[in-house]
T-cell receptor, first 118, second 115 residues
Framework: AQTVTQSQPEMSVQEAETVTLSCTYD???????LFWYKQPPSRQMILVIR??????QNATENRFSVNFQKAAKSFSLKISDSQLGDTAMYFC???????????????FGTGTRLKVLA | DSGVTQTPKHLITATGQRVTLRCSPR?????VYWYQQSLDQGLQFLIQ???????AKGNILERFSAQQFPDLHSELNLSSLELGDSALYFC??????????????FGQGTRLTVV
């Protein structure tokens, strides 16, 4: 069975600094996707960044980038130039295709609560 | 705005009661997923429907059930409610048949409080 582990329940970072959130996962699959979702106090779930496992290049979205280490099954999120609006819960998620065409299975970690300090 | 609509946003009910949560997926999305988030814990997958049929089941209690209707909206029914069922319930949708998309769009959730 697949598992996703986020070992940092809470983190804080000074505004404008850089912070890295860790995520490890366990799977025997070769084709899968990894995501980071952000859940601000508004509680909405917002996709931050995604990575296809078959791509070696690390995904980047503006101030957000990942360090994807497939062999080590590690998928960390780096936030550069942290802003107060980055304060949120961050979830790492693993997705693979289901056994039935057109279906997907998502597994989420327990989340890391990030607080950006002024 | 993710395009996924969940109603109601808040729900307060007593133990032993039954409630129905509703979800309208994004236009064109065929898959609907239900998740439970309790006490700042991670999202627990409950169940997935694809084009009206149940496709995957996670940690869903027997007191809970769901369905997806022909217009693709979905309802999650929670019965014989217990205090521990108090949680944030999320609905998400995805296209389901485009492998390159690979992402789910979440609604804003329904906050259920059982008193």
């Amino acid at each position: 069975a697949q598992t996703v582990t986020q070992s940092q329940p809470e983190m804080s970072v000074q505004e404008a600094e850089t912070v890295t959130l860790s995520c490890t996962y366990d799977t025997s699959e070769n084709n899968y996707y990894l995501f980071w979702y952000k859940q601000p106090p508004s509680r909405q779930m917002i996709l931050v960044i995604r990575q296809e496992a078959y791509k070696q290049q690390n995904a980047t979205e503006n101030r957000f980038s990942v360090n994807f280490q497939k062999a080590a099954k590690s998928f960390s999120l780096k936030i550069s130039d942290s802003q107060l609006g980055d304060t949120a819960m961050y979830f790492c998620a693993f997705m693979k295709h289901g056994t039935v065409k057109g279906t997907y299975k998502y597994i989420f970690g327990t989340g890391t609560r990030l607080k950006v300090l002024a | 705005d993710s395009g996924v609509t969940q109603t109601p946003k808040h729900l307060i009910t007593a133990t032993g009661q039954r409630v129905t949560l509703r979800c309208s997926p994004r236009s064109g999305d065929l898959s609907v997923y239900w998740y439970q988030q309790s006490l700042d814990q991670g999202l627990q997958f409950l169940i997935q429907y694809y084009n009206g049929e149940e496709r995957a089941k996670g940690n869903i209690l027997e007191r809970f059930s769901a369905q997806q209707f022909p217009d693709l909206h979905s309802e999650l029914n929670l019965s014989s409610l217990e205090l521990g069922d108090s949680a944030l319930y999320f609905c998400a949708s995805s296209v389901g048949d485009r492998v390159e998309v690979g992402e789910a769009f979440f609604g804003q959730g329904t906050r259920l409080t059982v008193v």
